[in-house]
């Protein structure tokens, strides 16, 4: 029987910064993967919500025909993961989330929002801002961060999964946190880890937050051995 792995990118980013994992991964399962709705020049013409992004998730597997899936999920890709399982959850086999935050606040939310300046962006950081023109052409790519922004905000002030909500995912999940990540703490992911009914916390020596300083081999093991 095959295994169909998904893998889900994170905010700001496209498909393209896990294509050296899918590489690593296609001998052991069907890989697939996508651009989330505003992200790496797929249009957009609403706001970036969790729902929105479980839609294209839906619509993927529709497009696939398939009834059942593995999940891999960067940053936002894991929350994504998490509220499809969620809302869905014959559909989510497994989850493994990295770097993912759990325990959105507003104060978090503003102090990240902070950083999610089109303009200040562009100003102090010419060169990240190019990235994202790159990665998200011929979308703009000050739309992304402006949404990404609210989506932020939204999550923070309360429409976000609730202890509760994590109770009720049944699926195997491990949550992954690198060693060296400076956005998510060890400790909501442990909490997190303790409230899901079927999960487990794993604290991954040498990762920091950015996946393109995570070494994919290992990430690729880690994959491995959960699903």
């Known amino acids: 029987m095959t295994n169909h792995l998904l893998l889900l990118h994170g905010a700001l980013g496209s498909k393209e910064q896990l294509k050296a994992l899918k590489t690593k991964l296609s001998k ?31 619509q993927l597997l529709k497009e696939k025909e398939l009834s059942k899936v593995s999940i891999f999920g960067y ?42 300046n089109p303009d200040k962006i562009e100003e102090k950081v ?52 690198g060693t060296l990540d400076k956005m998510v703490t060890v400790e909501e992911s442990q909490e997190v880890a303790r409230l899901l009914p079927n999960a487990t916390f794993r604290a991954i020596e040498g990762f920091s937050h950015l996946i393109e300083k995570v070494d994919m081999n290992r990430l690729a093991e880690v994959v491995r051995e959960f699903i």
């Open 126 to 177: 010419p060169a990240f801002a190019q990235k994202l023109h790159t990665i998200h052409a011929p979308y703009d790519w000050k739309e992304v961060v402006s949404k990404t922004a609210d989506m932020m905000m939204d999550l923070g002030s309360g429409n976000r999964l609730t202890h509760e909500d994590f109770k009720n995912i049944s699926c195997p999940i491990l949550i992954g946190l």
């Open 28 to 58: 052991d399962f069907n890989v697939l993967d996508l651009n989330f709705e505003g992200h790496g020049g797929r249009p957009s013409n609403r706001g970036f919500t969790m729902d929105a992004f479980v839609e294209n998730v839906l």
């Open 75 to 116: 940053s936002m890709g894991g929350y994504v993961a998490l509220t499809l399982a969620k809302k869905h959850p014959n559909i989510v086999k497994k989850i493994i989330t990295l770097g993912t935050k759990l325990d959105w606040s507003k104060e978090f939310a503003v102090s990240e929002v902070r950083k999610l």
